[in-house]
């Protein structure tokens, strides 16, 4: 059964190294890996969140190339993938976005490599995702979230963890791994 599941990759409001919040540039990688999965997996849409105009046009233009241009003749598993992405300039409008699709405003789910108290971990949320709510899975791109977004948000996820202390994985990377540990057979 595929999930009711939503996931957003935040450029704004995220921090930096020194904790400061910003805007953060979009990765054509990032747009790339990060559709890729959603689709293997079976996510509704991914929304790109950026209210920076160049931003926006640079996202557009490179979904462009691959869903209508030169791109999506050579390759349609490409184009398939980035027709899953939509962008839209704050978390508020790809939740007024998403209860628009008539499930009402989805449950929202934060990811952070930080340790918490009040993280849920991958089993919960995976059987949470058996259910008929619609969850939002958000990803922070800089140094993470905002602080403001974590402590809106409905529930923490547990970090990514390897066999070593080490704990610093691209942001595509931590979505395929989330990805496959929510919804993998």
Same mark, same amino acid.
């Given at each position: 059964?595929?999930?009711?599941?939503?996931?957003?990759?935040?450029?704004?409001?995220?921090?930096?190294?020194?904790?400061?919040?910003?805007? %953060?540039?979009?990765?054509?990688?990032? /747009?790339?890996?990060?559709?890729?999965?959603?689709?293997?997996? =079976?996510?509704?849409?991914?929304?790109?969140?950026?209210?920076?105009?160049?931003?926006?046009? &640079?996202?557009?233009? @490179?979904?462009?190339?691959?869903?209508?241009?030169?791109? %999506? @003749?050579?390759?349609?598993?490409?184009?398939?993938? /980035?027709?899953?992405?939509?962008?839209?300039? %704050? &978390?508020?409008?790809?939740?007024?976005?998403?209860?628009?699709?008539?499930? =009402?405003?989805?449950?929202?789910?934060?990811?952070?490599?930080?340790?918490?108290?009040?993280?849920?971990?991958?089993?919960?949320?995976?059987?949470? &995702?058996?259910? @008929?709510?619609?969850?939002?899975?958000?990803?922070?791109? =800089?140094?993470? /979230?905002?602080?403001?977004?974590?402590?809106?948000?409905?529930?923490?996820?547990?970090?990514?963890?390897?066999?070593?202390?080490?704990?610093?994985?691209?942001?595509?990377?931590?979505?395929?791994?989330? &990805?496959?540990? /929510?919804?993998?057979?």
């Amino acid at each position: 059964m595929k999930p009711n599941l939503y996931v957003a990759l935040v450029h704004y409001p995220v921090i930096n190294k020194s904790g400061n919040i910003i805007a %953060s540039a979009v990765t054509n990688l990032d /747009l790339h890996d990060m559709a890729r999965a959603s689709r293997t997996y =079976g996510v509704t849409k991914f929304y790109v969140v950026t209210p920076l105009k160049d931003q926006k046009e &640079l996202t557009q233009k @490179i979904i462009s190339h691959w869903t209508s241009g030169t791109g %999506s @003749i050579m390759n349609p598993d490409r184009r398939e993938a /980035l027709e899953l992405i939509c962008i839209r300039d %704050s &978390l508020n409008a790809v939740m007024e976005d998403i209860s628009v699709g008539g499930n =009402g405003y989805p449950k929202t789910v934060v990811t952070s490599a930080k340790e918490s108290p009040v993280c849920i971990t991958f089993t919960e949320l995976r059987k949470m &995702l058996e259910g @008929i709510n619609s969850y939002l899975l958000i990803f922070g791109t =800089g140094w993470g /979230l905002a602080e403001d977004i974590v402590l809106k948000a409905d529930y923490q996820l547990e970090p990514v963890k390897g066999n070593t202390d080490y704990n610093h994985l691209s942001v595509r990377s931590a979505c395929s791994i989330i &990805l496959d540990r /929510l919804i993998s057979k």
